[in-house]
């Protein structure tokens, strides 16, 4: 009796913590008899669905009534399934809350069978898994979103995954594929192969070797290849891609590719360009050369070596006191700083020092402009005068020597003379300057890059410099005395009537005017600007129109670039699903920010305010959502415009008026200065900041409840095999420290009792895992040995891929004991069973005989008393006296056997003489 009330309370005590376990546990336990249809439900109903016990019905038809209309003839089929075929089952459906809400619920039952087969019982939880039902429909309405920008991106966005063994797949490409190379996206989804084989086979080893490499490394990747279309078009493309490993060793590839043909087009033609202008420069026997503004070569062309004996590379980089006497660069430096002051050209005399001396060039120096109109660069041409200045020399000491003849034999017309040597003298000052000036206009002219030409009042060529022939391919004997119509060439009549138009206003009106016109030359068409200016005679009548033509086709590829870039930005900026806005700051007559003016709002930022774009811009930022003062923002805003400083808020809380509602909201900010004002991008991530607290919260409680219970719960990954959590109970029933588990996975299968140990792996070892729920004993440190029921189930990712397991494993030595204790018990009991059987089977033997004997012998006393003699009377009473006797011990000896029953038979041991 003291053994089974230990049981009892045993029992109890398991029975407590199992009502404990469960009270804390966000979710409904019930035990479902089917022959009854009577359902017993935890206290999780009162979390769950909002009842009380008392106010739930025990009734299967009470719960049913409350799943959805639409889910409940698929649960009824589910759990048909599950009881006729012999298997539990697991549901996800929803079921209406005592406020009439309806919640998502995750349902599994364990179907528990009687020795012959049939169903007597349902066990199993209901899991309120709304929150996470909502985040999943939130996650996928964002892949949504996603897949819309994929779609839009002038390009092709794709997911790669390279597995270990050397395959590919590829989960997902967008459409943009098609329009790119001609294949159909699903046909490279379904054999990714196909786009290595249109990898131009120029580019395809190195297009390998870059993904092995990275497969390795996981190091970030922008790579540029060609590509053969399915029209056997050539493309170039750009592909920026990173990479990172999952646990089980494959390694996803996120990438965006760009084709990139005309931007290799133009890079290749203006190499070409850059080609073409250095060997005319090499070739030029002119010295050309290009400084930046502290005076440092950057360019020196062939001739520039030639003359200082010094290459280029040794120039380049240098200033002219690092290679010249100072006192040369000294005169070189002040020419270059004047034409930085003036910022137009000029023309001077230097004399620099060469392999054969000391020379004199005649240097023309102008600045170069960047697109902005900033100079960045000295150009010099120089040309050698030397040998002009020895013959002004030669010809002055002649003069001074004739000079000196004449005044010794006519000194009577020195006077005479006088005067006419001082008009000569003046003369050929006069006309050296202007044949020098002709000279240096026309070196100018011949090695300038733009197209000079001169018009006469018949509208004919009347001369062009060489950078003609360039352009048109016709040497200027082809041009000069022919008009525009006459030309050798295909010019659009268009431009004709252009050209002889702004030369009869020039020539009308005296006034400077600039054209910009298009021409198709032998290099391809090319944009120009050309300033035509009247050049007078010396009546004052306009003689002849100069024109200068510059070649901006650069300039306006870049415009075109700069408008399809701006095209390209307001697009994508448009399209994407982040807020987006440029805002302009309005200041007061004292320079302070009073309010921002909204400039621009995206479609995503109008939709989150719940505005029209006409209903915004111009207004200012406060005026539309006034909490920007209080918040403080405002303030932050203005630190950002004054100093630059950019500004990143995260999880910010922010409340205001949206519409004619009142909202509280979670974003995320970015915010950048840009000119007097900012630009900013921010995101709502209310929903997914609920989403999140929501997790949080239920990791809290799973912590909590695993922390507390005193079962092991354990979540481990498969390859490799990791613990990654596992709960302080470990430590208690193991006996074993949680680190020495984490540091070292599988060292709990030593502690396995040997004759469980191989069962247990053979679980772990089956290729394909499956839920399981078995019974082990373990060794702990001091040798004790403990009994473990664990189960464990698999956890796929969206993939559908198990990727960890969880379980919990539980103490149930106790149980095991008194499992025993029973069993031993019951064996005891039924023992003493078959004893009394055989003892009352023997007894009623025993007791039939004196009985009779008694039964006899008093009948024969009765019918024959007066006949029995005395001693035949003594005879048959004597026999009833030792029935009596007989039965009495036999009595006697069944009391003994109830004494040792009950336990109160004394022991009384005494000597026996067995002699």
């Known amino acids: 009796h003291l053994e089974l009330e230990t049981s009892r309370q045993s029992y109890q005590e398991l029975s407590d913590r199992f009502n404990l376990t469960t009270s804390a546990l966000d979710c409904i336990i019930y035990d479902w008899t089917i022959q009854t249809r009577t359902v017993d439900r935890t206290q999780g109903l009162v979390d769950v669905l909002g009842y009380r016990p008392e106010e739930a019905e025990s009734t299967l038809s009470w719960w049913t009534e409350r799943i959805h209309p639409d889910d409940r003839q698929r649960v009824r089929d589910a759990v048909s399934d599950a009881l006729a075929n012999h298997s539990g089952f697991a549901i996800e459906y929803r079921v209406r809350h005592k406020n009439n809400q309806y919640l998502y619920v995750w349902d599994k039952g364990l179907i528990i069978r009687n020795p012959m087969g049939q169903a007597v019982h349902v066990v199993g939880s209901t899991l309120n898994i709304t929150d996470c039902k909502q985040a999943q429909m939130a996650l996928r309405d964002k892949e949504q979103h996603l897949s819309a920008i994929a779609a839009n991106i002038p390009g ?24 790119l190379t001609g294949l159909e996206p699903n046909e490279v989804i379904a054999q990714p192969e196909q786009l290595l084989t249109i990898i131009h086979p120029d580019d395809r080893s190195h297009f390998d070797q870059v993904l092995r490499e990275r497969f390795e490394t996981l190091e970030p990747v922008q790579l540029e290849y ?23 060793g494959d390694v996803v590839v996120d990438g965006v590719t760009l084709e990139i043909t005309q931007t290799k087009q133009a890079q290749q033609a203006l190499q070409e360009s850059e080609a073409r202008l250095e060997a005319i420069l090499d070739n030029s026997p002119m010295t050309v050369f290009l ?93 050698d005068i030397a040998e002009r200045k020895q013959a002004e020399v030669a010809l002055q000491r002649w003069n001074e020597e004739l000079e000196n003849r004449v005044r010794e034999r006519t000194t009577e017309l020195e006077q005479l003379n006088d005067q006419l040597l001082a008009e000569i003298a003046q003369r050929a000052s006069i006309e050296a300057v202007l044949r020098q000036r002709e000279q240096e206009f026309r070196a100018l002219v011949e090695n300038a890059p733009d197209i000079i030409a001169r018009f006469d009042r018949e509208l004919r060529h009347v001369y062009v410099n060489p950078a003609v022939e360039l352009a048109t391919g016709l040497s200027a004997r082809d041009i000069i005395g022919k008009t525009h119509q006459e030309l050798e060439l295909e010019i659009p009549s268009e431009l004709v009537s252009l050209w002889r138009e702004t030369l009869q206003t020039v020539f009308a009106t005296g006034s400077e005017i600039e054209i910009e016109f298009s021409f198709l030359t032998p290099n391809g068409l090319k944009y120009y600007q050309s300033r035509l200016v009247p050049e007078y005679g010396i009546d004052g009548s306009i003689e002849t129109v100069l024109s200068i033509a510059r070649d901006i086709t650069a300039s306006k590829q870049a415009q075109v670039e700069i408008r399809l870039s701006e095209e390209r930005f307001r697009t994508s900026v448009e399209n994407m699903l982040d807020c987006f806005g440029i805002y302009s700051a309005v200041r007061d007559r004292f320079g302070n920010i009073i309010d921002f003016r909204t400039d621009y709002l995206n479609a995503a930022a109008c939709e989150s305010d719940r505005v029209t774009k006409e ?70 991530i209310t929903e997914r900041k609920q989403a999140n607290d929501a997790v949080r919260e239920s990791e809290q409680r799973f912590r909590q409840m695993a922390e507390n219970i005193q079962e092991v719960f354990w979540m481990s990954t498969r390859n490799p095999y990791q613990i990654i959590y596992v709960s302080p109970a470990y430590e208690q029933i193991w006996g074993r420290t949680s680190e020495t588990l984490y540091e070292t996975p599988l060292s709990w299968l030593d502690t396995i009792h040997p004759e469980d140990r191989d069962r247990i792996r053979s679980l772990l070892e089956k290729p394909i895992p499956e839920e399981f729920d078995t019974e082990y004993r373990i060794v702990r440190p001091d040798g004790s040995i403990r009994w473990i029921r664990d189960r464990a189930f698999p956890i796929q990712n969206s993939q559908g891929q198990i990727y960890r397991f969880a379980g919990i494993a539980e103490d149930i030595t106790a149980r095991k004991q008194v499992e025993a204790e029973t069993y031993k018990m019951l064996e005891k009991e039924r023992e003493l069973s078959e004893l009394k059987s055989r003892f009352v089977s023997m007894t009623s033997h025993e007791f039939r005989t004196p009985l009779t004997t008694i039964q006899s012998s008093a009948e024969l006393l009765e019918r024959y008393r007066d006949r029995f003699s005395q001693e035949k009377q003594l005879t048959h009473l004597n026999r009833i006296q030792a029935a009596v006797d007989r039965m009495t011990q036999m009595l006697n000896d069944i009391l003994i056997l109830g004494k040792v029953e009950a336990g109160k038979l004394e022991f009384n041991p005494a000597p026996v003489d067995l002699v």
């Open 156 to 179: 092709t966005v794709y997911r790669v995954v390279l597995h270990p063994d050397g395959t590919r797949s590829l989960p997902y490409i967008n459409e943009g594929l098609r329009e």
């Open 226 to 248: 060609r590509i053969i279309t399915t029209s056997g078009e050539v493309k170039w493309f750009y592909d920026s891609a990173r990479y990172f490993r999952l646990d089980n």
């Open 615 to 684: 209903e915004v811009i111009g207004k200012g930022l406060c005026e539309l959502l006034p909490n920007h003062r209080e918040s403080g923002l405002f303030e932050e805003y203005c630190q950002v415009v004054e100093t630059g400083n950019p500004l990143i808020k995260e999880d910010l809380i922010y409340e205001d008026v949206y519409g004619e509602e009142q909202l509280t909201r979670a974003y995320d900010i970015r915010t950048s200065k840009l000119g007097d004002g900012f630009v900013a991008a921010w995101r709502d």
């Open 291 to 383: 400084k930046d503004l502290q005076g440092r070569y950057l360019m020196v062309n062939q001739e520039g070596e030639r003359l200082t004996g010094i290459s280029r590379e040794q120039m380049v980089g240098k200033t002219d006191y690092e290679i010249l006497p100072q006192a040369i660069a000294d005169q070189l430096r002040a020419n270059d700083q004047e034409v930085l002051t003036i910022q137009t050209p000029i023309i001077r005399e230097e004399e620099v020092p060469t392999v054969d001396g000391l020379r004199t060039y005649l240097t023309v120096k102008f600045l170069l402009f960047d697109a902005s109109g900033v100079p960045y660069a000295i150009c010099g041409i120089s040309t």
